[in-house]
């Protein structure tokens, strides 16, 4: 069987393609490199079955090709990041929209089966005021900030998706994301643990957003592949939407002092206005964890790691590579690899 992995140069992207090369499988990795790398990517480029495919996902006769070349997709290829998504928001809502319309009518052309990568912001603010956890089932609550075209572009992407499951009966799975972490995670695009780390090894601030109060719950990379991989062999998930996370919880202010205590760093943690960090209008979510039962019932799945355990595997993953940074550039990486021919 050969995956097509949108995004597949991307973070969650590179491990699912390790993943799935060690259950035998073939993969093709779709991926316009704009936030994904080759680096992620360079120690399966001469792995037999992996192959390369450099192509955008707005191209839509790259995704026919690549799309007729597999036999299933895994579509995780978006914006992301929550910076990126205030400072580009044209490209974050044409590239969730359009990207996402050019898979589905490729796979219903070609009856192709597919899991579409959402997001826990479709959840939008806490509507629990703090006390529950997000279940599927719940509703969408979104405010006026710029911030949520991200949430509703996703939002969409799962209608968009649902209805070809039930208008045109597409096979296709939706996996709800939660703050999914682990090594490769680029902290270039705001995300919380890979800064933490990072700034605590270079003994820099920790730059904590807000009062600290806010909660999240983080998913080791290892555990939402493994829980994408099962849904996607799940015949009963079809045309449903998943959380896929963790349910323990940490907030942003004890994570710092986590990260701190366990680098043994002489960071200071200082705390930063919202406004200074995304500019004006900024929401937060205060409180986000997922409710796991629907996955954990119809998949089995269960995190494997704790928060704890997922900070000392990015730590020592970050950790020497801050001393000797790899060249990240495409120029430096280009010329010896082979490439795909599917596009
Ligand atoms: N955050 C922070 N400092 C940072 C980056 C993020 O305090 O350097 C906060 C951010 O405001 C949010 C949480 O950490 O409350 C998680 O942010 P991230 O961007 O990783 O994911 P989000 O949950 O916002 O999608």
Redesign the pocket.
């Known amino acids: 069987m050969k995956a097509l992995i949108t995004g597949g140069a991307g973070f969650i992207g590179s491990h699912l393609a390790e993943a799935l090369l060690a259950c035998e499988r073939e993969v093709v990795a779709l991926d316009d490199l704009s936030t994904g790398s080759l680096q992620n990517i360079l120690h399966l480029m001469r792995r037999p079955g992996f192959e390369f495919a450099l192509g955008s996902i707005m191209d839509e006769e790259a995704v026919d090709r690549a799309v007729a070349a597999c036999d299933v997709v895994f579509h995780l290829g978006a914006a992301v990041g ?1 910076r990126l998504v205030f400072e580009q928001p044209v490209r974050t809502i044409e590239t969730n929209v359009k990207g996402t319309q050019h898979i589905l009518d490729a796979c219903l052309r070609h009856g192709r089966k597919a899991l579409i990568a959402s997001t826990s ?1 479709v959840y939008g603010k806490d509507v629990h005021n703090g006390t529950g956890r997000f279940r599927e089932d719940d509703d969408i609550t979104i405010g006026p900030s710029i911030r949520w075209c991200y949430a509703t572009s996703k939002a969409l992407d799962e209608f968009l998706a649902r209805a070809c499951w039930s208008d045109k009966g597409l096979p296709v799975v939706i996996a709800r994301f939660f ?1 999914t972490v682990g090594p490769r995670q680029s902290p270039a695009y ?3 643990m890979p ?1 933490f780390v990072e700034q605590a090894l270079q003994n820099k601030p920790l ?4 009062d600290g109060s ?1 909660v ?1 719950s983080f998913t080791w990379v290892g555990d939402a592949v493994e829980a994408i991989i099962r849904l996607m062999e799940t015949r009963a998930a079809e045309g449903d939407v998943f959380n896929v996370g963790s349910e323990e919880a940490i907030t ?1 202010g004890n994570l710092a002092e986590r990260v701190r205590r366990m680098t043994g760093s002489s960071s200071e943690t200082v705390f930063v206005p919202y406004e200074e960090a995304y500019g004006p209008g900024f929401e ?2 205060k409180y ?1 964890v997922p409710d796991i039962n629907k996955l954990r019932k119809l998949t089995g799945y269960a995190p494997t790691l704790s928060i704890d355990e997922i900070l000392e595997r990015v730590i020592e993953y970050t950790r020497p590579r801050l001393s000797s940074r790899a060249p990240q550039g495409r120029g430096d990486l280009l010329g010896p690899l082979t490439w795909s021919s599917i596009l």
């Open positions: 929550v912001e703050n705001g995300m919380v800064r730059t904590v957003y807000g806010q999240r942003i937060d979510i986000r």
